[in-house]
């Protein structure tokens, strides 16, 4: 018998040991990649001329330095459009620098659209990092509204600013007031609205207004995603949250949630490997 449970544990320690190091090796491997994840929405509200019209979306930077292994990526899918969700920057440990070299290589490749996340809030010298974006070339968009042309038709791109720029630390209903107030505002009637917003937990504001597709980041894919359940843990939503990532529909409104590409709070990711989103325009809905 002894011997018997001497050799079961010479098995199950290398055993152990082994699915250990497997663990670690793919939690290493999901923090040093970039998933390139695509995504198709369709809208007969889509002009004819923006049939598979390509958005690159950078959400959640937070300073992250990937170098070219992103640029590179960005160019290879040629998009028509780059979009920037907001926290390019982390308001705890901000280098400009870092930001900057992604951002100037992305309005080589592609116009440039950003809006703030609660990280810009957060940061004592907000405007300093704004001038460098403008004098790079991006449009800056917080709370603004610009048509896009293609073809002789045009759609209608918004953003909207952070509502912690306004009201840190509001209640979400209070924050799904300010933003649906300013969206209504922005909104053009008979015309696809495309809506920049770092908040995905505004969701049913976004519905109530008719906006018809919304880009939005902020919650890091739940941080650490379990199979079968999702994610774990996501601002502004707490435990086991609704909005990581992803396509989420209802009424006429897609919203798009980006996993992003850093960390803040929590150094580590699980299951969860940073993204870059590419989504294309489509008025087939066959």
């Excluded at 940073?274 to 325009?281: G, N, Q, S, Y």
Aim: glycine share 8%; charged share 25%; with cysteine.
């Amino acid at each position: 018998m002894k011997q018997l449970r001497s050799k079961k544990k010479r098995i199950l320690l290398p055993l152990l040991a082994l699915i250990a190091l497997l663990i670690v090796a793919w939690t290493i491997w999901g923090n040093v990649t970039i998933e390139t994840c695509r995504i198709s929405i369709q809208s007969d509200k889509l002009p004819s001329s923006f049939q598979n019209f390509k958005i690159v979306q950078i959400s959640d930077l937070h300073n992250h330095a990937w170098g070219d292994k992103l640029t590179d990526r960005i160019r290879k899918e040629a998009p028509d459009m780059i979009v920037v969700t907001g926290d390019l920057v982390d308001s705890s440990r901000t280098d400009v620098d870092v930001a900057m070299e992604l951002i100037d290589q992305a309005v080589k490749i592609a116009p440039t659209y950003y809006v703030t996340g609660n990280h810009e809030a957060w940061l004592n010298d907000y405007e300093s990092l704004e001038r460098r974006l403008s004098e790079a070339g991006v449009h800056l968009m917080d709370d603004k509204r610009v048509w896009i042309e293609r073809g002789g038709a045009r759609i209608n791109l918004i953003g909207l600013q952070d509502p912690d720029f306004t009201e840190r630390g509001a209640f979400d209903g209070v924050q799904e007031s300010m933003v649906t107030t300013k969206l209504k505002g922005l909104l053009i009637e008979n015309c696809y609205n495309v809506v920049l917003c770092h908040r995905p937990e505004l969701f049913e504001g976004y519905v109530k207004t008719g906006a018809d597709l919304v880009l939005t980041g902020h919650a890091h894919g739940g941080q650490v995603r379990i199979p079968f359940v999702g994610g774990l843990v996501a601002p502004n939503q707490g435990l086991f949250p609704r909005y990581t990532e992803g396509v989420y529909r209802k009424g006429g409104t897609d919203m798009v949630v980006s996993r992003g590409l850093g960390n803040s709070i929590l150094p580590i990711r699980i299951n969860n490997p940073p993204e870059l989103l590419v989504i294309t325009l489509s008025n087939d809905l066959n």
